[in-house]
């Protein structure tokens, strides 16, 4: 059965740092894609960034750029979002999202079919 759990988020002050953690089972995350997208309460569900199968590429949404990198771990099958410079408007929950028919980094959410259960991101002094 194809799982994804998140794990790392917290409370951090502005400008400080979060590792995200988007660990996989059941299958080898390597193979497909994998995206980021986050939450805030009150608004939609928004791409945040992506990383393609084999990690040949990534992309980054605007607001994130320069700040958030995304990278993977095949041997934990873990894909991470590095997130430094946080401001409170990164506040929100954030998941990260597979599929099998995925392999390019695609910042949409109809491109994913397989959901983690989220982790929030709270910047906050």
């Known amino acids: 059965q194809l799982q994804l759990v998140e794990s790392g988020g917290g409370l951090v002050q502005p400008g400080g740092s979060l590792r995200l953690s988007c660990a996989a089972s059941?299958?080898?995350?390597?193979?497909?894609?994998v995206g980021w997208f986050r939450q805030a309460p009150g608004k939609e569900r928004e791409w945040v960034s992506c990383?393609?199968?084999?990690?040949?590429?990534?992309n980054d949404a605007d607001s994130v750029k320069g700040r958030f990198t995304i990278s993977r771990d095949n041997a934990k099958n873990t894909v991470y979002l590095h997130m430094n410079s946080l401001k409170p408007d990164d506040t929100a929950l954030y998941y990260c999202?597979?599929?099998?028919?995925?392999?390019?980094?695609?910042?949409?959410?109809?491109?994913?079919?397989?959901w983690g259960q989220g982790t929030q991101n709270t910047v906050s002094s």
């Open positions: 990383i393609s199968s084999g990690a040949g590429t990534t």
């Open positions: 059941g299958f080898t995350l390597d193979y497909y894609a």
């Open positions: 999202a597979t599929d099998p028919d995925t392999v390019q980094a695609i910042g949409a959410i109809q491109a994913y079919d397989y």
